[in-house]
């Protein structure tokens, strides 16, 4: 971890995220706090001996923290005592993306595309909708993950895959006259943006779990209702809305995987399987990174336990050109 020392006897000083706490009891009954500390360069194991609630201050999984202590050898590993801690402050000027896994675009960057694909609509209803639905969940989405492991599950994630999936879309609409562009793309835009009611996330933008509301109804469920109650109160004609509600409960394909309903027209079928290709892409991908050129990665058990190969030929993991860059060509 990049922690400065400050003296010649382990001292040393940083921001840090806490990836891991349990509040624990050490033989003579005394409070402590056991936690693993990370920033993107790795990770560190750390006490917090006598803890005391009032004095030292409430801490969970997923808050930015500086800290300050001793690091000592403990089990043929370093372990950091600490000594300081407190919650980050505005003037630490200390950005969550630097210390978590992040999209490779900022959520006000990636939000910025997806609002200028809804400005050309023809459809002024779906405009409408989409516009105020973007608008009621802008706070969260900027930093919000799309999941809680697997597939785009990094700060900014949720709408880096709106995003690519958007750049899918339009090149499918391209080369299919018969699809209907703006209800595609209204779909796409849609389908998870209920994810934001589904997983406890902190401002650091990594899942630690879900809500109450996720394990009882879900960002399928939860996405339509959101549609139906902002449409309605808009005025959004109710066959219309129909079908956006038919596009986010049917999304997942098949009801073995969550569906409410099977996909019944082209844009809802279309929806449903660049959904699956986007997440499969950035899931393999992801995984094959994670091991040498020529090795198998362990089996991934969203693609039925399979072991991946890493053929090497790809040596670098290019950034996606998702952003419209025509102001920079001129």
Request: charged share 25%; hydrophobic share 40%; net charge negative.
């Amino acid at each position: 971890m990049n922690l400065t020392p400050f003296n010649k006897n382990g001292g040393v000083e940083g921001f840090c995220l806490i990836k891991a706490l349990e509040k624990r009891i050490n033989i003579k009954g005394v409070p402590y706090l056991d936690m693993v500390l990370a920033d993107k360069s790795g990770e560190i194991t750390a006490k917090l001996w006598d803890y005391k609630e009032e004095f030292h201050g409430m801490f969970q999984t997923g808050l930015l923290v500086k800290v300050r202590g001793t690091v000592t050898p403990f089990n043929d590993a370093d372990q950091l005592r600490i000594e300081k801690i407190r919650l980050t402050i505005p003037s630490d000027d200390v950005k969550p993306e630097d210390f978590v896994p992040s999209a490779e675009y900022s959520g006000e960057e990636m939000l910025a595309e997806v609002l200028k694909t809804v400005e050309v609509f023809v459809d002024a209803h779906l405009k409408k909708l989409v516009t105020a639905v973007l608008e009621e969940y802008k706070p969260k989405l900027v930093y919000w993950p799309a999941a809680f492991k697997l597939h785009h599950a990094v700060r900014g994630g949720l709408l880096y895959h709106m995003l690519t999936m958007l750049r899918l879309a339009q090149s499918v609409s391209e080369l299919y006259p018969s699809v209907d562009a703006d209800l595609l793309y209204a779909g796409v835009i849609l389908h998870d943006i209920a994810k934001t009611e589904e997983f406890i996330v902190p401002e650091t933008g990594i899942a630690s779990g879900y809500t109450t509301d996720g394990n009882l109804v879900g960002h399928i469920a939860r996405g339509a209702m959101a549609v139906d109650r902002i449409g309605t109160r808009l005025g959004t004609p109710p066959e219309l809305l129909t079908l956006l509600e038919h596009m986010v409960l049917s999304h997942h394909g098949e009801p073995d995987y969550g569906a409410a309903v099977r996909p019944m027209f082209l844009e809802a079928d279309i929806l449903s399987q660049l959904d699956l290709l986007d997440s499969r892409i950035y899931a393999i991908s992801q995984a094959v990174s994670e091991v040498g050129s020529k090795d198998f990665t362990g089996r991934q058990w969203f693609l039925d336990n399979r072991m991946l190969y890493n053929h090497g030929r790809k040596e670098t993991k290019p950034k996606a050109e998702l952003l419209d860059r025509q102001e920079e060509k001129k």
